[in-house]
C-alpha cells in the first residue's frame, strides 16, 4: 500500500489506443486520490499506425464508462444492424449474416484509429488525467527494492514509478526484459486500404458496408469507419515465410495494386470493383503472432503488462484493442481501490492488484486469442473438419460455426465478474488460490 504521504506513480510505456485508455480508465477510478499518471510514447509524436480498428459492445461500454461514450459513436462508422454479413467469394450469396443492435446508445464501435487515439488524447489533455511525453524509448526497468522502481530511457533520462504499465504492443520492450520470446510469422500478410464511401454511390449492392468474403485460403473485409465517410479494406491471403520475409509489419509497407488483383481475381466483380479503387500502392502487412504468456506481472507487481504486450493476438476476431479496454478498465478499477484502502482485506499489496487483474483478465483475454486464431482458417475454409471440402460443402458448416463463434466476446459483463471474484475472495479459505476461485466461477469475466 501505498504511503499516506506520498502520491502514487504510474508510468505507462507505450502511447496508442491501450496505453492512453488505461491512463483514463486509472484516472477515471482514481478521482480525488494522489495518483500521479505519467505516458511515455517512443515516437515524436502520439499516432496511430494502421487504418480501422473495432470496438465490440463491452468494450465500448468501458469507454461510456468514462464518459466519452457520445464522443465514441460521433467517430464510429454504422453497420446498419450488422456485424459481418459474410459471403461467397466467387459470387458473393451470403452464407450468413451476424446481426448486430446499432440501436442503443451503447454499441459496437468501428473506427479510424488515429479518430480514436485522438479522442482520447484529447480527453487525457481536457481532464488533465496524465502528463503526455513523447521520443522516451523504454530502456530498462530496475526495482529498488522499496515501493519503487525507475524507468530508464534511451536519452540516459530516468524516471521513478510505484507502478509501470507496459502498453508497448506486440513487441513491448518492457516484456523483453522479463521474458524471452518473439513474435512469430502467422503464415498470412494482409492488404490494407481506405476508399472514401462517396466512390461506392450508386453502384455498392448491399444493404451494409460490413462484408467479408471467403474462399480458400484467403478472405476480404470491409467495414465502415469515419462516420460512414471511409470504407476500411483488409485483404488477407496466406503467404509462405520466404514470401513474407520481406513485407514488413507496418502500416509504411506497400506493393502494386497488381499483386492485390492477382491474389484476388477469382473473387467476384464487386470485390474486383474495390480493389481498382484502392490506392495504387496499397499496405501490405506480415501478421506476427505471439504464444500466450502465463504470467503479466513483473518485480512483485510493479511491473504489469496490457494490451498486445500481455496477449498479442491475431486480427481475425476483430478483438486486439477491445481487449486491451478491458485491461485498463479493470486495472483501473483494481488500481483505485488499491490506492484508495478500500479493500484492504483482499488487495493489501500492489502484487495483490497485479495477482487480481491477471487472474481475471487473463482467461478471457487467452480465450479470445484462441478464437482470433481459429477465425482466419475457419474464414480461409482451412480448418480441419473444411480444408478437403469443397466451398459448396464448406457454407453451411460455416454458417452453424459463425452464428455462436463471437456471443462470448461481446456480451461479457467486465463489472460484475470484477465484483464476483472479490466477493469469492472475501468468502472464500484464504488457502485457495485466486484462479482456482476464477475457473470455479466458470471463468468469471465471460458472465453476462
Known amino acids: 500500500m501505498a504511503a499516506a504521504s506520498e502520491r502514487f506513480r504510474v508510468a505507462i510505456i507505450g502511447g496508442g489506443i491501450g496505453g492512453l485508455f488505461a491512463a483514463l480508465a486509472i484516472h477515471h477510478n482514481c478521482k480525488d486520490l494522489p495518483v500521479d499518471i505519467d505516458v511515455y510514447e517512443q515516437a515524436s509524436e502520439f499516432k496511430e499506425v494502421g487504418a480501422g480498428v473495432g470496438l465490440a459492445i463491452n468494450s465500448a461500454r468501458m469507454v461510456h464508462n468514462i464518459g ?5 459513436n460521433a467517430i464510429s462508422g454504422f453497420r446498419s444492424g450488422v456485424w459481418i454479413d459474410f ?28 479518430d480514436l487515439l485522438e479522442l482520447f488524447r484529447h480527453a487525457i489533455e481536457e481532464r488533465k488525467a496524465a502528463k503526455l511525453h513523447t521520443k522516451k524509448k523504454f530502456s530498462r526497468v530496475e526495482d529498488n527494492g522499496d515501493r519503487h522502481v525507475t524507468v530508464y530511457f534511451a536519452d540516459s533520462t530516468s524516471v521513478p514509478a510505484n507502478a509501470v504499465l507496459a502498453c508497448d504492443g506486440i513487441h513491448s520492450s518492457v516484456r523483453s526484459q522479463f521474458v524471452d520470446d518473439r513474435p512469430v510469422y502467422s503464415g498470412q500478410i494482409a492488404y490494407r486500404a481506405t476508399i472514401p464511401t462517396a466512390e461506392l454511390e450508386g453502384w455498392w449492392p448491399f444493404g451494409t458496408y460490413s462484408i467479408m468474403w471467403c474462399g480458400k485460403h484467403k478472405h476480404f473485409l470491409t467495414y465502415p469507419i469515419s462516420c460512414n465517410r471511409t470504407l476500411n479494406v483488409v485483404a488477407f491471403a496466406n503467404a509462405s515465410g520466404k514470401d513474407a520475409e520481406m513485407v514488413a509489419e507496418s502500416w509504411t509497407s506497400t506493393c502494386d495494386r497488381a499483386e492485390v488483383e492477382a491474389d484476388y481475381r477469382l473473387f467476384e466483380p464487386t470485390v474486383q470493383r474495390l480493389i481498382s479503387l484502392m490506392p495504387n500502392q496499397p499496405s501490405k502487412w506480415r501478421i506476427n503472432d505471439r504464444e500466450p504468456l502465463d504470467r503479466w506481472s513483473y518485480m512483485g507487481g510493479k511491473v504489469i503488462l496490457l494490451g498486445d504486450a500481455a496477449h498479442a493476438m491475431l486480427p481475425h476476431a476483430g478483438a486486439g484493442a477491445g481487449q486491451a479496454v478491458e485491461d485498463g478498465w479493470i486495472l483501473g478499477r483494481v488500481l483505485g481501490e488499491y490506492v484508495g484502502k478500500q479493500s484492504l482485506d483482499i488487495l493489501p499489496t500492489l502484487d495483490a492488484c497485479a495477482d487480481l487483474y491477471q487472474n481475471l483478465r487473463l482467461p478471457r483475454a487467452q480465450k479470445v486469442q484462441a478464437t482470433s486464431r481459429k477465425s482466419g482458417p475457419l474464414y480461409d475454409m482451412q480448418l480441419p473438419e473444411l480444408i478437403d471440402k469443397d466451398v459448396e460443402e464448406c457454407v453451411p458448416i460455416m454458417a452453424n460455426t459463425l452464428q455462436e463463434k463471437m456471443k462470448f466476446i461481446w456480451e461479457a459483463d467486465l463489472d460484475r465478474a470484477y465484483e464476483d471474484v472479490k466477493e469469492a475472495l472475501r468468502r472464500t479459505n484464504k488457502n485457495v488460490s485466486l484462479m482456482q476461485i476464477v475457473n470455479h466461477l466458470g471463468n468469471s469475466s465471460d458472465h453476462h
Open 87 to 114: 459471403r461467397r467469394f466467387d459470387n458473393g450469396e451470403s452464407i450468413i449474416s451476424i446481426p448486430a443492435d446499432d440501436t442503443k446508445a451503447v454499441r459496437q464501435a468501428s473506427c479510424a484509429r488515429t
Open 68 to 72: 466519452l461514450g457520445d464522443k465514441l
